[in-house]
């Protein structure tokens, strides 16, 4: 089975602190490919970042880092000097080798709130 | 570049009532999805094209839905009747290649009464 979980519903952090969101997921796949994607209270899906299984590297753009474990099976975000544009929900996905890596499954989100 | 582009942004329907919802996918893309998100189920993908074939149908709810895509440049969903419990947001997204990001439009947010 795959499935991807964000155990954090909410997080609150003040401006210019960093903050991690976490990730965590399950699959056999061999081959994975791990996104996190933001939506403001506008509605829009905005893609962050991309992390392949098999990239040795942990993703980084910009001020968004992830944090990929692989043994753990964690892929956390991390948004360094946070903005109050930041605040939103966030959402980790990932695409599989067995569904051919177009289906992305999402996790639940968290709620960010970036505080002056 | 123009991104993804969806019309309505609204709808507001009486059940029964059929519903057609479109995207406008970014030029040069070569995949095409459908999502819905509710606040009880979270983010679903419906279906998906390729090259403007529909690969993977496997998220459509019921027979009351249907898609196509007619050409590289265009994508409709219907809702034949639609019924209160198809209330969502509906996203459409485009991808180039099979490994890359997708990208959403802004969504049409359908309320069926």
């Known amino acids: 089975a795959q499935k991807i979980t964000q155990t954090q519903p909410g997080m609150f952090v003040q401006e210019k602190e960093a903050v991690t969101l976490d990730c965590t997921y399950d699959?056999?796949?061999?081959?994975?490919?791990l996104f996190w994607y933001k939506q403001p209270s506008s509605g829009e899906m905005i893609f962050l970042i991309y992390q392949g299984s098999y990239d040795q590297q942990n993703a980084t753009e910009g001020r968004y880092s992830l944090n990929f474990q692989k043994a753990r099976k964690s892929a956390n975000l991390v948004i360094s000097a946070s903005q109050l544009g930041d605040s939103a929900m966030y959402f980790c996905?990932?695409?599989?080798?067995?569904?051919?890596?177009?289906?992305?499954?999402f996790g639940t989100g968290t709620r960010l709130l970036v505080s002056p | 570049d123009a991104g993804v582009i969806q019309s309505p942004r609204h709808e507001v329907t009486e059940m029964g009532q059929e519903v057609t919802l479109r995207c406008k996918p970014i030029s040069g893309h070569d995949y095409l999805f459908w999502y819905r998100q509710t606040m009880m189920r979270g983010l679903e993908l419906l279906i998906y094209f390729n090259n403007n074939v529909p690969i993977d149908d496997s998220g459509m709810p019921e027979d009351r839905f249907s898609a196509k895509m007619p050409n590289a440049s265009f994508s409709t969903l219907k809702i034949q009747p639609s019924e209160p419990r198809d209330s969502a947001v509906y996203f459409c997204?485009?991808?180039?290649?099979?490994?890359?990001?997708?990208?959403f439009g802004p969504g049409t947010r359908l309320t069926v009464l």
């Open positions: 699959t056999s796949d061999p081959s994975y490919g």
């Open positions: 996905a990932m695409s599989f080798l067995n569904t051919g890596f177009q289906k992305l499954v």
């Open positions: 997204a485009s991808s180039l290649g099979r490994r890359n990001e997708q990208f």
